[in-house]
């Protein structure tokens, strides 16, 4: 009896430290599991367009996308081989992850999928009207996280499993003549589930029989202020200086913070053997320390006197 009345204390509480310890376990999972990130564009296309207007469609984003993917020993995905190709709108998405540091953001994100994924199996019993008692559908959530593509899809951070839970949603609210909403939901999925728009279209046909066009106005509406939404995404979108290492390539502040690197001393630089420092749009802007500071000189040829020229004489190899 105790425990009903105090339910609106001790519940949000419990759920709160379950999401926050699946956020814990996923910052592991993440670190041990190294796969193609499907997270990565969306996460540096919302922080680049915060802190220097950069397009998300840019090369600079799409470089910095690749940098951090370099830095995390993740891998592009095959879909979208790290660019960012949704619509320009589903930026304001991300804005708010975009704070938080990558590792942090792309450990919540798979609580997300993780959560959409259970919530999915919720309302698709409900819809089907199976009558599952709750440890029941616990245990069907829990085989649905450990089957294999579903759990591959936590793993690479998935963006469309949210969508796919959007969608199903929408249908339970639909059948549950909840129009309004289910036109806002099917909105909002269509760009990353486009098989939605046949089950708008069906949805649309009956409850115009019923004499309802709350969801076909709301999904017009909602449409069309996505629409406006874009061209106030391009509007705000600020062109920073032109960059100097490609006339053609989308200007962005972010090629000042790069330099180019042989293979080696990039894999160098990476284990952290040497540090680099300075403005790379200089010449001689650059300083490279040694792991206990010391400068690294830079290689000078050395200084022939007028008159007499440098030969280098190799030595002749030994037959085998």
């Known amino acids: 009896m105790f425990l009903k009345k105090t339910a609106n204390v001790w519940l949000p509480m419990l759920i709160l430290l379950a999401l926050v310890g ?29 802190r220097s207007g950069a397009s998300p469609y840019s090369d600079s984003t799409y470089q910095a996308t690749l940098d951090l993917l370099d830095e995390s020993g993740n ?11 949704d619509p320009a709108w589903y930026v304001f998405i991300y ?16 609580t997300l999928v993780e959560l959409c994924l259970a919530l999915s199996v919720h309302f698709s019993v409900r819809i089907s009207g199976l009558k599952l008692s709750l440890p029941e559908t616990l245990i069907l959530s829990l085989l649905i996280l450990i089957f294999y593509p579903l759990f591959k899809s936590v793993i690479t951070v998935s963006v469309t499993v949210p969508y796919f839970f959007l969608t199903i949603l929408a249908v339970y609210l639909a059948t549950n003549r909840q129009g309004t909403m289910a ?38 509406s909602v449409l069309g202020f996505f629409v406006v939404l874009v061209c106030f995404f391009f509007l705000m979108i600020r062109r920073p200086p032109r960059s100097t290492q490609s006339r053609s390539s989308a200007a962005s502040d972010v090629y000042k913070r790069q330099v180019s690197l042989c293979a080696n001393h990039h894999t160098r630089n990476h284990r952290g053997e040497f540090t680099l420092t300075g403005n790379a749009q200089v010449a001689d802007g650059l300083t490279f320390r040694r792991v206990n500071g010391s400068i690294i000189e830079a290689h000078r040829p050395p200084v022939v006197p007028d008159g007499l020229s440098l030969i280098h004489i190799s030595e002749p190899t030994r037959p085998y």
Do not use: C, H
């Open 75 to 85: 891998q592009p995905s095959s879909l979208n081989e790290g660019r960012f190709l």
């Open 22 to 50: 699946a956020t814990v376990v996923n910052l592991r999972l993440a670190s041990t599991f190294q796969k193609q990130d499907d997270f990565a564009p969306r996460w540096v296309a919302a922080r680049e367009w915060l």
């Open 183 to 220: 036109g806002f939901l099917f909105a909002l999925a269509l760009w990353m589930v486009p098989l939605t728009i046949f089950l708008v279209i069906l949805f649309m046909i009956w409850f115009g029989v019923r004499r309802d066009n709350s969801l076909a106005n709301v999904f017009v």
């Open 95 to 110: 804005l708010p992850i975009s704070f938080v540091p990558y590792p942090i953001a792309r450990a919540i994100w798979m």
